[in-house]
Nanobody, 124 residues
């Protein structure tokens, strides 16, 4: 069993940056592939970024590629998402998720554990 708690969301102006964190509980964080997803009002949840269990492999959604850095600290059991050059269309609730598959995956169906989300609002 794993519990995930996101933090770091907030209100930022367009062009600004934010770093999201996801703190995990449980003994086996280091064997889980991790991902970030987002969901805007009235839209489906979409993949943002993923990282392998070791941190050596990453995957990014094309819509945000070049503006994101996903990373993890397995000793601290924490996942991060550094976002830059934010746009109003990036406004959404951002969720972290854990997958039993070690490699980063873009589909939500592979992720068994989810956090409660943190809101990111980008003003024009």
């Amino acid at each position: 069993q794993m519990q995930l708690v996101e933090s770091g969301g907030g209100l930022v102006q367009a062009g600004g940056s934010l770093r999201l964190s996801c703190a995990a509980s449980g003994r086996f964080f280091s064997i889980y592939g991790m991902g970030w997803f987002r969901q805007a009002p009235g839209k489906e949840r979409e993949f943002v970024a993923g990282i392998s269990a070791s941190g050596g492999s990453t995957l990014y959604a094309d819509s945000m590629k070049g503006r994101l850095i996903i990373s993890r600290d397995n000793d601290k059991k924490t996942l991060y998402l550094q976002m830059s050059s934010l746009k109003p269309e990036d406004t959404a609730a951002y969720y972290c998720a854990a997958s039993a598959v070690r490699q980063p995956l873009g589909s939500s169906r592979h992720y068994a554990y989810w956090g409660q989300g943190t809101q990111v609002t980008v003003s024009a």
